[in-house]
Structure formats: C-alpha cells, structure tokens
C-alpha cells in the first residue's frame, strides 16, 4: 500500500475517535512512518522480533505544569509496516490502524500501559 493511502486510513482512524476526545488534543501531531528508527527501537528496549504499531511521545496532559509552553509538539507515528505484515486483509488493517491511534493518544492524556489495556477492554465490550 502506498503511504498516502496508509494515512488516509490512519485519518479514518483519528476520525472514529469521539469529538470529544479530539478536542481534548492538545500541541499534539500524528505522522506516519515506515517503522520505528534505531533510536526509537533501543530507547523502547524492543527485542529483535517484537511488533510495535505506534509510539507517543512527549509530555502527557496530566504532566503538563503551568509553565508548559514553547515546546516542540508530542508526537505519534503510526507505523505502517508492522500493521501491514500483521493485518489479515484491509478491514483487519482499518481496525489495528482504529485501536493504535486511540491506544497512542491515551498516553497523550497521560495513561499508563495499564490504565489503556483496562480502558481498551470497556471500549471494545461497548461494541
């Protein structure tokens, strides 16, 4: 899949979010990339063969002090290589796409692994 087809379904993603969720964003850009960098992979420890769809990174909201301000945006990538080797077929891929950007802006609103698996098992009993 070409990347520009790849982002527009990370946009349908970003899309199926609540409004107000997204409205909640705040100095805060999602990218897509072929797949984590070095620098990426070692400050993560990933070991040779594990799979990683997204990262956050930055300042969560609920760490943000009053002098917060003049800095770079957080950031979330979506990686497009991993999901396409996992993904069955092209629904699969919508909904891996759909569940790495909400697990990924969680950790912007300062969600711990934890507090997103456990918000993630009552989203996915909501459907």
Do not use: C
């Not at 990347?3 to 107000?20: D, H, M, N, R, W």
């Not at 909400?102 to 692994?113: K, L, S, T, V, Y």
């Amino acid at each position: 899949m070409i990347k520009e087809e790849f982002e527009q379904l990370v946009s349908q993603g970003i899309e199926a979010i609540p409004a107000k969720f997204l409205e909640l964003l705040n100095n805060v850009a999602i990218v897509v990339e072929d797949h984590p960098t070095p620098e990426q992979a070692h400050k993560l420890r990933l070991r040779h063969g594990w799979t990683l769809f997204g990262l956050y990174e930055g300042v969560p909201q609920n760490k943000r002090g009053p002098y917060y301000g003049g800095v770079l945006p957080d950031k979330i990538t979506i990686f497009q290589e991993p999901i396409e080797r996992v993904a069955r077929d092209l629904e699969d891929m919508k909904e891996i796409i759909k569940n790495t950007v909400w697990h990924e802006i969680a950790h912007h609103f300062g969600m711990d692994e934890e507090e997103v698996h456990e918000a993630e098992l009552k989203r996915k009993n909501r459907h």
